[in-house]
């Protein structure tokens, strides 16, 4: 009985292997076609977009993508195959933007994704659609409106951010206090366990709308980081195309209308969309 | 006692493990209604003879017929051959998962194809020989072990074996509870069942035995009834060995001498 | 509480949560199945004599042990994609994933319930006349079977509890849709995500504590 039982198990993952390797074999080589021409056969456009990111790329409470990303994306859509529903939402995390487009899982990425020279090496960044930099929030009572008010004063930060880094490096006379969660972070404000916050200024942005009686004293601040869309590296065509329409879609301040869809309900009117929107793939 | 036919009958036996001989060119016979008892030294190979004898190991040289019927030559259907030959071991064995009924009737119902009806009864019949009827619904881990071992002879005794085989079934039992089970193997020696005993208790094997066999390294050095055995052993080995049960002994012959 | 009932009764949410409790109970459920099946069958090959199939087995589950779930569904989601255009589904990757990480669990399951099955109780199964046939099924794979249930329950609620790894691969299961609910019901919610998060452990809770009372109800029977 064990003997036959070891036979048939032996038989059976041989069976799979042997399943697993004809699977393989019919796979359907890449088609060398135009990457434009294979996503218009497909007749739809994969797009990573964050899933709990908002106002950026979310999901609203009926299932439904939202977010300043998604705006685009369904832009993008229209503009390439006539119809802005005619694209696919793949839900992508920080800790997977590259492999979804190292792998054909999506066409382009959509997810507020910083420009740095690290990822330039693995995908291939097209012209930005966004910016950030740091801010700093206080409470409007006793508002930091420059950095020099800071000095022999505790900021708090979030551990790891561009906001720790930038201030160990260039301001050490500001004592920081860190934190591992954002919540965390601002509760510490909150609680006056320190002067100010500096973290990325679109997230400030979104926290004072909701908590009066704190501002943005300080709304750029930093190395001014860029965001734009990514495609696979080598991917010219698909990556020109969208060169292409943000300039394009510059000449019509898209974008400006795109924050006023999604990011002035959040951010409220008190700040100016010039500190987040780029128009035209044009960082100035 | 009229000579009987014998149900067993070793010629020759060789078993190796590897290099290393465990038995060597041993004989004997058991007769019917027949009680043989092996003794000897541990590592004597007194179990693995019982073991050879119902096919838990493979032999090397030599025969073994039951019944006249060789069971080494040619093809043994091993499962037939030990439904004739009732074998008890030290460590009782009991299925835990199964209730003591459950154990005694999986032998005959599942390997002999008997109807539960009649196996039950006869379980039953036996349950209450060794004085255990009222447990034959406990599970074997609320038995004591003396009870454990009663149960495992039923088991054995179920089947209506040709013969029996004990492997130092009191070997692991608390002192107090040997006795439960020597009486129970007595009980069957009265009623004729043949049987190839190995044990340490010699008291029991005295009374229980026909014959005595002793063994040393492997092969038999003297059989004999017991009365004569354990007055006159012939070999220097017998002999010596015997002189460990003696103990208690050696010091009232010290104090006579004072 | 109104106010977290709210979150609960806007939109689809509720709708939404339920959807991860299908996604992962399928996945848990399939991935189990499988493995149980699977372990089985390399958990016999384990405890063969032949040493290549030994040291086969043995590497398998070492590799898969330390091998991060992470890394599993990178390997089997990403890479053949990257490699060689081999596109599977993430669900059914994620079965995969699962069913080789249980099937190895599983397997040196069996193997501990074979192995630590006293020698002497296959001999005194032979010892009244049972066919090796009937001496596995009355004796052996009973015992195994009460040895492994333990084994296989734990497996189970830990399976379910691993599932929120495939968020890495794109699937929302009932973890992710939480955050998402969490994310933009924060920002005016202020107790969202305890609301929330405390939800969803009660459902995880629903989904692996009638298997902990199965078990213990079989344990029960078979300890009576």
Known sequence: MIKSMKQMAVITLALALGLALGLAWAAPAALAAGELDKIKAAGKIRIGVYSDKPPFGYVDANGVNQGYDVYLAKRLAKDLLGDESKVEFVLVEAANRMEVLESNKVDLVLANFTVTADRAKQVDFCKPYMKVALGVVSPAKAPITDVAQLKGQTLIVNKGTTAEIYFAKNHPEVTLSKYDQNTEAFNALRDGRGVALAHDNTLVFAW?????????????????????????????????????????????????????????????????????VIEGGVLK | MAVARPVLKITGLHKRYDQLEVIGNLSLEVRKGEVLVV???????????LRCINGLETIQGGDIELNGQSIIVGHTRWNLVRQQIGMVFQSYDLFPHMTVLENILLGPMKAQGRERAEATKEAEAFLDRVGLLDRKDSFPRQLSGGQKQRVAIVRALCMNPEIMLFDEVTASLDPEMVREVLDVILGLAEQGMTMLIVTHEMAFARAVADKIVFMDQGSIVESAPPDIFFQNPVSDRARKFLNIFQFEGVKKEERHND | MESAISIFLEGRNLARLM????????????????????????????????????????????????????????MFYYLPDKNWGLHFEAQTV??????????????????????????????????????????????????????????????????????PFIYFISVPELLKVGQQIVEISGMKNNMASFWVYGFIFFLYFLMCYPISCFSAYLEKKWQN
């Open chain 3, 19 to 74: 959807e991860g409790v299908w996604i992962t109970l399928k996945i848990s459920a399939a991935s189990v199945l499988l493995s149980v099946v699977f372990g089985l069958l390399v958990g016999l090959l384990m405890i063969s004599r032949k040493p290549a199939l030994q040291a086969a087995t043995r590497f398998y589950l070492e590799a898969i042990r330390v091998m991060p779930i992470l890394v599993l569904l990178y």
């Open chain 2, 39 to 49: 003794i000897g030294p541990s590592g004597c190979g007194k179990s693995t003879l």
């Open chain 3, 94 to 163: 994620a079965i995969g994933v699962f069913t080789l990480w249980g099937t190895a669990e599983m397997a040196d399951l069996v193997r501990g319930a074979l192995t630590s099955m006293p020698a002497h109780q296959r001999e005194s199964g032979r010892a009244i006349g049972l066919t090796e046939g009937q001496v596995n099924r009355y004796i052996i794979i009973p015992q195994a079977v009460r040895r492994l249930i333990p084994g296989v329950i734990n497996l189970t609620t830990r399976m379910i509890k691993t599932t």
């Open chain 1, 208 to 276: 004072i709308n909701e908590n009066p009686g704190f501002v943005a004293g300080i709304d750029f601040l930093g190395d001014l980081d860029s965001i734009a869309p990514a495609v696979k590296k080598g991917n010219n065509e698909l990556l020109e195309w969208v060169n292409n329409e943000i300039v394009t879609l510059g000449q019509e301040n898209f974008f400006h209308k795109d924050y006023e869809a999604t990011l002035r309900p959040v951010y409220g009117d008190t700040i100016d969309p010039e500190t987040v």
